[in-house]
């Protein structure tokens, strides 16, 4: 009796200790089973009334009644009102109405064995309890105190009946009653236990996944808002203006879309660690001022967002003008005072549109706009501003007929091995040249082309030229070629592949396909189809922009990739931040364990090089070693000309490592 009395003592002690959210799961799980709990009440309400009217003692029927008075309002409180007070105040409700309950039932056994005679009413009233006290012992040991309670409550008074005789056949059932309180007092406890180990570990997983869900939806630097967490709530925001009324109501929302001004500056000047104190600088404040009624966001690099709710449109201006005079206040770092101004485009719904992708394009647009118009000022969006999606429609149209006309060509950036320092491949660089707006982006031109359908025979065309001038090069010296998302997503892919290599003579050893994870996410399956399908020709495979994207690493399970490619934005840092030399560390680790070379891109210092020699990449490429050529400038390369020339086509001998 002494251990049992010990072991109640430390489980209430440990029931104490646990969190309110264990403790919120655990109160829940008395009402998990509501049905149980309303048939259990009805039966046992039913059965005392039914011994209660065959005695005909009053007292049997008074506790029937207030049986069936307590049972009715435990299905009332199980059905409807649980839902009200707090965790603690419905545990204490749901207490009292079961050992209430529970101590009615044992009482009435009590009673039936001690004012009748009748054997039948005997048998009814003690099982009757019993099978209470056995079924509420499991259905209520996440409480294991109150099914305890329950327990003794509805089978000691039994005992008690059956001892007070003093004939030996009862004597002996209130025997093994007794030892039936022990034995379901362990179980319970050890129910207890199992329940309470697997629900704080549901818990812990459940607290892990929301902290790491709240992270991915943090800009690690800044600490605001990410990108992927602005449109979320920009989306939830535009659904609930709606539900208000829209126009009728007279409620707005505005978006300010912000880019900093002159940003490179600072970081070519104080180094990128002073970028990023000035971005932290500008999130805080921005934070400070917004964050509580509206949302802040870091959309990337140098651009944030703000969402407001206001009354009027022209309430944005004075959030425009707050938000200048916020971006201008200087940020100190390393005893430098750094400044900066913003520009800012501004779209609001509904005004200037109903859906998040109509009023960030609005707002990119106003954004231009405010970037032409001299910087640190904001635009609010126009309806003329669209004339940027005209010059879109006209290269579009000057784009179609361009391939045959001949105003693409081609140029090659060589990549050099470190080790040796040589040139070890050449990545393909489209151009177009249109006589209508002269020399026009990869930037601008690109997406046009693979909005219209007309990057596949372009893509077409540049492997072809590419492996036709590859196969004049060295045998050891590969090429690389871009592939977009819609040619991956090209059925023919793979033949057009072959029919270039086999058209050009170029081994499929020497040819190296790149795509960058965006390419990836649309179709992950399909994408594993075709790279697969690719290397199954012994056509090489890269990962471009490695380390930008959010899952980055489950790609290195998932695709056969050969070759991966190390960022340009860690490279850039490798001089001044720590953390990037770490990173680069590793992914040159990782990819040779895993069997896969590494190439560095943005290779533009001399610091960075040496770095990078120092992380044993495999390969590098980037303007200190040499600018993207024409084709017979690197022809004249690999003759072993020119190596000293400078101009658009610059070369750096690269010195060998060791």
Same mark, same amino acid.
């Not at 290397?535 to 959010?550: A, P, S, W």
């Given at each position: 009796? /002494? /251990?049992?009395?010990?072991?109640?003592?430390?489980?209430?002690?440990?029931?104490?200790?646990?969190?309110?959210?264990?403790?919120?799961?655990?109160?829940?799980?008395?009402?998990?089973?509501? =049905?149980?709990?309303?048939?259990?009440?009805? *039966?046992?309400?039913?059965?005392?009334?039914?011994?209660?009217?065959?005695?005909?003692?009053?007292?049997?029927?008074?506790?029937?009644?207030?049986?069936?008075?307590?049972?009715?309002?435990?299905?009332?409180?199980?059905?409807?009102? /649980?839902?009200?007070?707090?965790?603690?105040?419905?545990?204490?409700?749901?207490?009292?109405?079961?050992?209430?309950?529970?101590?009615?039932?044992?009482?009435?056994?009590?009673? +039936?064995?001690? /004012?009748?005679?009748? #054997? +039948?009413?005997?048998?009814?009233?003690?099982?009757?309890?019993?099978?209470?006290?056995?079924?509420?012992?499991?259905?209520?040991?996440?409480?294991?105190?109150?099914?305890?309670?329950?327990?003794?409550?509805?089978?000691?008074?039994?005992?008690?009946?059956?001892?007070?005789?003093?004939?030996?056949?009862?004597?002996?059932?209130?025997?093994?009653?007794?030892?039936?309180?022990?034995?379901?007092?362990?179980?319970?406890?050890?129910?207890?236990?199992?329940?309470?180990?697997?629900?704080?570990?549901?818990? %812990?997983?459940?607290?892990?996944?929301?902290?790491?869900? %709240?992270?991915? @939806?943090?800009?690690?630097?800044?600490?605001?808002?990410?990108?992927?967490?602005?449109?979320?709530?920009?989306?939830?925001?535009?659904?609930?203006?709606?539900?208000?009324? #829209?126009?009728?109501?007279?409620?707005?929302?505005?978006?300010?879309?912000?880019?900093?001004?002159?940003?490179?500056?600072?970081?070519?000047?104080?180094?990128?660690?002073?970028?990023?104190?000035?971005?932290?600088?500008?999130?805080?404040?921005?934070?400070?001022?917004?964050?509580?009624?509206?949302?802040?966001? @870091?959309?990337?690099?140098?651009?944030?967002?703000?969402?407001? &709710?206001?009354?009027?449109?022209?309430?944005?201006?004075?959030?425009?003008? +707050?938000?200048?005079?916020?971006?201008?206040?200087?940020?100190?770092?390393?005893?430098?005072?750094? =400044?900066?101004?913003?520009?800012? #485009?501004?779209?609001?719904?509904?005004?200037?549109?109903?859906?998040?992708?109509?009023?960030?394009?609005?707002?990119?647009?106003?954004?231009?706009r405010a970037k032409e118009n001299g910087r640190g000022r904001f635009f609010l969006y126009e309806p003329v501003m669209d004339e940027k999606i005209e010059r879109r429609r006209q290269l579009a149209a000057a784009?179609?007929?361009?391939?045959?006309?001949?105003?693409?060509?081609?140029?090659?950036?060589?990549?050099?091995?470190?080790?040796?320092?040589?040139?070890?491949?050449?990545?393909?660089?489209?151009?177009?040249?249109?006589?209508?707006?002269?020399?026009?982006?990869? $930037?601008?031109?690109?997406?046009?082309?693979?909005?219209? #359908?007309?990057?596949?025979?372009?893509? &077409?065309?540049?492997?072809?030229?590419?492996?036709?001038?590859?196969?004049?090069?060295?045998? &050891?010296?590969?090429?690389?070629?871009?592939?977009?998302?819609?040619?991956?997503?090209?059925?023919?892919?793979? $033949?057009?592949?072959?029919?270039?290599?086999?058209?050009?003579?170029?081994?499929?050893?020497?040819?190296?396909?790149?795509?960058?994870?965006?390419?990836?996410?649309?179709?992950?399956?399909?994408?594993?189809?075709?790279?697969?399908?690719?290397?199954?020709?012994?056509?090489?495979?890269?990962?471009?922009?490695?380390? *930008?994207?959010?899952?980055?690493?489950?790609?290195?399970?998932?695709?056969?990739?050969?070759?991966?490619?190390?960022?340009?934005?860690?490279?850039? &840092?490798?001089?001044?931040?720590?953390?990037?030399?770490?990173?680069?560390?590793?992914?040159?680790?990782?990819?040779?364990?895993?069997?896969?070379?590494?190439?560095?891109?943005?290779?533009?210092?001399?610091?960075?090089?040496?770095?990078?020699?120092?992380? =044993?990449?495999?390969?590098?490429?980037?303007?200190?070693?040499?600018?993207?050529?024409?084709?017979?400038?690197? *022809?004249?390369?690999?003759?072993?000309?020119?190596?000293?020339?400078?101009?658009?086509?610059?070369?750096?001998?690269?010195? =060998?490592?060791?």
């Amino acid at each position: 009796m /002494r /251990r049992i009395i010990n072991r109640v003592a430390r489980l209430r002690q440990a029931d104490d200790q646990i969190s309110m959210r264990v403790r919120a799961v655990l109160v829940e799980s008395l009402y998990a089973s509501p =049905r149980s709990l309303v048939i259990g009440a009805i *039966t046992s309400s039913a059965i005392a009334a039914v011994v209660a009217a065959a005695s005909g003692d009053d007292w049997l029927i008074g506790c029937a009644m207030g049986i069936a008075a307590v049972g009715l309002g435990r299905i009332v409180d199980t059905l409807w009102a /649980r839902r009200a007070g707090t965790i603690r105040q419905q545990e204490r409700g749901y207490r009292l109405g079961a050992l209430s309950y529970a101590a009615l039932l044992g009482l009435f056994g009590l009673l +039936t064995l001690t /004012r009748t005679q009748d #054997g +039948t009413l005997h048998l009814l009233s003690v099982t009757t309890a019993i099978g209470y006290a056995a079924g509420i012992a499991g259905r209520n040991a996440g409480r294991p105190l109150i099914a305890l309670s329950q327990l003794c409550c509805a089978s000691l008074p039994l005992a008690v009946g059956l001892l007070l005789p003093l004939e030996p056949l009862k004597a002996l059932m209130a025997a093994v009653i007794l030892l039936f309180v022990v034995a379901m007092m362990d179980i319970t406890q050890q129910t207890y236990a199992a329940i309470l180990r697997a629900t704080v570990a549901s818990q %812990e997983k459940a607290a892990l996944a929301d902290h790491h869900a %709240e992270l991915a @939806r943090r800009d690690d630097l800044t600490g605001v808002s990410n990108r992927t967490a602005f449109r979320e709530h920009f989306e939830e925001r535009l659904r609930a203006l709606a539900g208000s009324g #829209g126009p009728s109501s007279g409620k707005k929302l505005a978006l300010l879309w912000l880019d900093l001004d002159r940003f490179k500056e600072v970081n070519d000047s104080f180094g990128h660690l002073a970028g990023n104190a000035l971005l932290v600088g500008v999130a805080r404040r921005l934070s400070e001022q917004f964050a509580r009624e509206g949302i802040v966001a @870091r959309l990337g690099g140098d651009e944030f967002a703000v969402l407001c &709710d206001i009354d009027h449109a022209e309430a944005a201006g004075g959030i425009g003008t +707050t938000i200048l005079d916020l971006v201008r206040q200087p940020v100190g770092f390393s005893g430098h005072i750094l =400044r900066t101004s913003a520009s800012i #485009g501004v779209a609001i719904a509904p005004d200037d549109g109903n859906d998040a992708d109509t009023l960030l394009k609005n707002a990119d647009l106003a954004l231009y706009r405010a970037k032409e118009n001299g910087r640190g000022r904001f635009f609010l969006y126009e309806p003329v501003m669209d004339e940027k999606i005209e010059r879109r429609r006209q290269l579009a149209a000057a784009m179609d007929g361009a391939l045959e006309r001949g105003e693409f060509h081609l140029l090659f950036q060589p990549i050099f091995r470190l080790a040796q320092g040589s040139i070890t491949s050449c990545e393909t660089l489209l151009r177009w040249n249109s006589p209508q707006f002269g020399p026009v982006s990869p $930037g601008e031109f690109i997406p046009i082309a693979e909005e219209n #359908g007309l990057i596949v025979p372009i893509g &077409d065309w540049v492997l072809r030229q590419a492996c036709r001038e590859a196969s004049a090069w060295p045998s &050891d010296v590969t090429i690389a070629v871009n592939l977009s998302p819609v040619q991956l997503r090209t059925p023919d892919l793979t $033949g057009a592949v072959t029919r270039a290599l086999r058209d050009s003579g170029l081994p499929p050893q020497r040819l190296t396909l790149e795509v960058t994870e965006t390419v990836l996410l649309d179709d992950v399956e399909r994408s594993i189809d075709v790279l697969t399908a690719l290397n199954r020709i012994q056509v090489c495979t890269t990962l471009d922009d490695f380390g *930008t994207g959010y899952s980055s690493l489950s790609y290195l399970t998932q695709f056969p990739f050969q070759t991966l490619k190390i960022d340009r934005s860690f490279v850039i &840092d490798l001089e001044h931040n720590p953390a990037s030399v770490a990173i680069v560390q590793t992914i040159v680790e990782l990819a040779a364990k895993l069997g896969m070379r590494t190439v560095a891109e943005g290779v533009e210092t001399q610091a960075q090089l040496e770095q990078l020699q120092r992380t =044993r990449c495999d390969s590098v490429q980037g303007f200190l070693l040499a600018r993207p050529m024409p084709a017979e400038r690197l *022809t004249a390369l690999f003759a072993g000309l020119g190596m000293a020339e400078d101009g658009p086509g610059k070369v750096v001998a690269l010195p =060998r490592a060791g």
